[in-house]
């Protein structure tokens, strides 16, 4: 069985002033956990947000469609270069990093070479070459030098170079030529000397003995080792025999 619950009346269970404070405090806790309305100021600054996001959106929507013109420009002049067989090379005039950057990879995508010259950014261009007028070294590094390439004077400054390097090298011979006599000088000098008379001062070296020059046979000792034994033994026995007569005859005097 159920049991009916009884309700009582808030106003019968709590006394008059403490209904009024629980009350306030409950309004007061539903009203901060409102959302405040925007302030003048508040408004201007999220409006200012709002317009600036949309400015950057269009400028970034203007920058990728600008990007995608100019790289169909470019793949329009370069599709025409290569159709046309009367040029080999085509210089651009100066531009930005990022226009650089696209044509070089539309010319890559073309299958042709590109290069960029120019000292500093502002002035830095774009030459495109077909693969088979592919530039050479020196055509490079008179580009890099700012001068305009002339093969004719190319050819003359190639002769030129060679023609010096060949003049050094003669000059190099002619100067070790110079260094070493064009004659002998016995040949110069035979009416004074003759021409043997440095065969008949030549003289062949002989070893003096006298000065250590001896032969090893002479250094050789052929004696064994006894008998070279014996022969001190002896040389000894004998100074002892010389010695003992004079004792003796030095005792003779005294006694």
């Known amino acids: 069985m159920f049991r009916a619950r ?28 409102m959302e405040k309305p925007p302030t003048v100021g508040d408004q201007e600054s999220r409006r200012k947000a709002r317009e600036q996001a949309a400015r950057m959106k269009k400028m970034q929507e203007d920058e990728k469609k600008k990007k995608a013109d ?11 270069f290569i159709q046309d067989s009367s040029v080999q090379k085509k210089k651009y005039s100066p531009m930005g990093k990022i226009e650089r950057s696209i044509l070089h990879d539309v010319v890559e995508v073309a299958g042709l070479t590109s290069f960029s010259f120019g000292e500093d950014e502002e002035t830095r261009y774009v030459m495109i070459f077909k693969k088979e007028f592919a530039p050479s ?43 070493s006599p064009s004659s002998n000088y016995r040949d110069k000098y035979s009416h004074l000397i003759g021409t043997s008379a440095a065969k008949d001062a030549a003289h062949t070296l002989q070893a003096n003995r006298a000065y250590g020059c001896v032969p090893v046979a002479n250094k050789r000792d052929t004696r064994s080792i006894e008998e070279a034994m014996n022969e001190i033994r002896a040389k ?3 100074k002892r025999e010389g010695e003992e007569p004079a004792a003796d005859g030095s005792g003779s005097s005294l006694s």
């Open 236 to 238: 000894k026995r004998q």
């Open 6 to 33: 009884s309700t009582i009346p808030l106003s019968r269970a709590l006394p008059p002033p403490l209904i009024q404070s629980k009350m306030a405090d409950l309004l007061g806790s539903i009203l901060s956990s």
């Open 137 to 179: 070294d020196e055509e490079l590094e008179a580009y890099r030098k700012g001068e305009e390439w002339d093969p004719q004077k190319a050819e003359q400054r190639r002769r030129l170079k060679e023609q010096a390097v060949l003049e050094e090298h003669e000059a190099s011979r002619t100067q070790k030529r110079a260094a």
């Open 70 to 80: 100019f790289r169909k420009r470019m793949e329009k002049e370069v599709s025409d």
